[in-house]
């Protein structure tokens, strides 16, 4: 059984060059998750997405980010105009429930976004 | 500021040696759950508990959930280099699921 995938597993963007970040959830997950994670940090919530829906994204900045997850392919995390704030690792995280308390999120092995 | 706190945030001891790291809120949550991180990869789920005083037992891995829910630990018996990685606890609270900062823990050969 395939794990949650992500790629591409490095990213290097210029400044204001745009970042996508792509995740394919285990098989079977229709609930994706995406967090950030900066040097010595941990996990900082973005969005929660179900197909074709964006349940909550008040963890995600106002401008520039955007998350989808269509009904079919990957879900994708779009950063626009990319500033060297913007770099840090960004997980993927899928679960089989809708978001309620005791569910199990399985993460992805992460993109590392390096801005120049 | 953070709804869980983890201390110690840097941990670094002897191979075969004992000890406990601590996952702290005001807040009560439903659930809580444990990842270890290593580098360059992303959190593994280690567990998750859901019961006021709950003990979980995972090889030398011991798990427990205080009483009122707010906090938990994890006591790890001769500890091993491969125990090395980043702990994060993880905790659920009104449908809303928020990580800690993480124990960063170095096992010596």
């Known amino acids: 059984n395939a794990g949650v995938m992500q790629n591409p597993r490095h990213l290097v963007r210029r400044r204001g060059q745009e970042a996508r970040l792509r995740c394919s959830p285990m098989?079977?997950?229709?609930?994706v998750y995406w967090y950030r994670q900066l040097p010595e940090e941990g996990l900082k919530f973005m969005v929660y997405?179900?197909?074709?829906?964006?349940?909550?994204e008040s963890g995600m900045p106002k401008e520039r980010f955007s998350a989808e997850f269509p009904k079919e392919g990957p879900s994708i995390l779009r950063i626009q105009q990319v500033v060297r704030g913007d770099s840090a690792a960004y997980f993927c995280a899928s679960s089989t429930q809708p978001r309620q308390g005791g569910y199990e999120q399985y993460f992805g092995p992460g993109t590392r976004l390096t801005v120049t | 500021t953070q709804l869980l706190e983890q201390s110690p945030q840097f941990l670094s001891i002897q191979e075969g040696e004992n000890l406990t790291v601590y996952c702290n809120s005001s807040s009560v949550f439903s659930s809580l759950q444990w990842y270890r991180q290593e580098p360059g990869e992303g959190p593994v789920l280690l567990v998750t508990v859901v019961t006021g005083g709950e003990v979980k037992k995972l090889k030398r891995l011991t798990f427990q959930f205080g009483d009122a829910r707010k906090d938990s630990s994890l006591h790890i018996t001769a500890a091993q280099t491969g125990d090395t990685g980043l702990y994060l606890c993880a905790g659920w609270n009104n449908n809303d699921m928020r990580f800690g900062a993480g124990t960063r823990l170095t096992v010596k050969p």
């Open positions: 098989k079977g997950h229709s609930h």
């Open positions: 997405l179900q197909k074709e829906n964006i349940i909550d």
